[in-house]
Structure formats: C-alpha cells, structure tokens
Nanobody, 116 residues
C-alpha cells in the first residue's frame, strides 16, 4: 500500500496550492479519503473528507469556502485545492485512506508553508 502526496511548497498569503495524493496497492474506489494536517506543536487535525464515490464531503470550519477536496477513482488520486491561503494553514498535510475501522493508511506528508 502506498499513498504519495505531492504539490506542497511555499506560497504567499492569499495564494493557492493543489495537493495530490496518488494511491496504490488497494482498491482505491472502495475507500473514503481524507486530508489531515499537523502544525508544529499541535495535534493532527482533519481538514477534509470525501466518501468513496465522491458524493459526500466534509470540511473543517477553518477551511470551509477556501479548500475543495475531490477524487478521480480512475486515476486512484485524491486532490485538495487550497485557495486564499493563510499563514495559519502552514502545516504538514497528510493523505489518509480508510475502510471501516480495520483498514487505515497514511501517506508520508507534504509541507505547506504560507508566508510572505
């Protein structure tokens, strides 16, 4: 099983980034996918969730209206479009795949830094 995040980097406040998470080694279309983030000194928090078929999404209040999660089951990839970025969005962003309570996979993370 592999989850490989990409697309992180340094961006100025107000800018945009698009994160990608390429999955392999499991039946991607059967798994709910999420993006989490962890800032220095803070606990990991849920940023966005998308159901296996993509029909249901959930967002943290702090990112509603700015971030959009989507998935392409044909490409085994989940995305996080991040707009109007703020310094408080600075964190390591992790991709998560989950099926029930038993199957729970994590990527290695990608750094997002929002700074002028």
């Amino acid at each position: 099983v592999q989850l490989v995040e990409s697309g992180g980097g340094l961006v100025q406040p107000g800018g945009s980034l698009r994160l990608s998470c390429a999955a392999s080694g499991f039946t991607f279309s059967s798994y709910a996918m999420s993006w989490y983030r962890q800032a220095p000194g803070k606990e990991r928090e849920l940023v966005a969730y998308i159901s296996s078929a993509g029909g249901s999404t959930v967002y943290a209040n702090s990112v509603k209206g700015r971030f959009t999660i989507s998935r392409d089951n044909a490409k085994n990839t989940v995305y996080l479009q991040m707009n109007s970025l703020k310094p408080e969005d600075t964190a390591v962003y992790y991709c998560n795949a989950r099926w029930g309570a038993r199957y729970d996979y994590w990527g290695q993370g990608t750094q997002v830094t929002v700074s002028s």
